[in-house]
């Protein structure tokens, strides 16, 4: 690469002394008045034409050092690299977007799904726990009517026993203002003699 550039800046340098050297011997030949400054003239001019050379080798030598074409192709590429990067960039930002907003969309309705079964078991332990109570009041009330029954029945047994006992005192009075000494005495021989038989 180096040679051909080198190969061409040297073509050109060729080139332009050529037609510099051509246009001075046409002048020689056309007229001699300034054929004492046309030496000078052709040294100033060949000097003129190797700065232009050189500068144009340095110039040439410079861009290509300076490797412009390939300055632009990696500046190109690497525009072209920055951008395919934001668009893979933007693209897995929207995948990832699209992923949570899935997953959120997910959550939602798992919470969702969580809160009515939350709710429905609070509402079966709510009628669990009311029909737990309504057992233990029935159980309470049957304990109590067993409780007042059984009081009832042994407040009637104690008003039986109060009422016999009671009785008995009023006949024994009765018995006793009634019967004389020998009807007590009577009652106990019959008594006595119903008790010997017996045995």
């Known amino acids: 690469m180096h040679k051909k550039s080198f190969v061409t800046t040297l073509s050109v340098c060729v080139m332009i002394l050529g037609l510099a050297a051509l246009g001075f011997a046409q002048e020689a030949a056309e007229g001699g008045a300034h054929h004492a400054n046309s030496g000078a003239q052709m040294k100033d ?21 300076a490797d412009v074409k390939g300055s632009l192709a990696a500046r190109r590429s690497g525009i072209e690299k920055t951008l395919q990067e934001a668009v893979a960039a933007k693209e897995a930002a929207e995948k990832k977007f699209a992923e949570y907003s899935q997953r959120l969309d997910q959550a939602n309705k ?5 809160s009515a079964n939350m709710k429905r078991e609070g509402e079966l332990e709510k009628e669990r726990i009311i029909a737990e109570a309504n057992d233990a009041a029935a159980r309470i009330k049957a304990q109590a009517e067993a409780s007042a029954a059984q009081e009832v029945l042994k407040a009637k047994a104690e008003l039986r026993a109060e009422a016999a006992k009671l009785a008995v005192e009023l006949a024994e009075q009765k018995i006793v203002k009634n019967i004389a000494k020998g009807d007590q005495d009577k009652l106990v021989g019959e008594y006595i003699s119903k008790v010997v038989t017996l045995h």
């Open 110 to 114: 798992e919470i969702e799904v969580i």
């Open 45 to 65: 001019f060949m000097w003129r034409t190797i700065d232009f050379a050189l500068l144009v080798a340095i110039a040439v030598w410079a861009l290509k050092k």
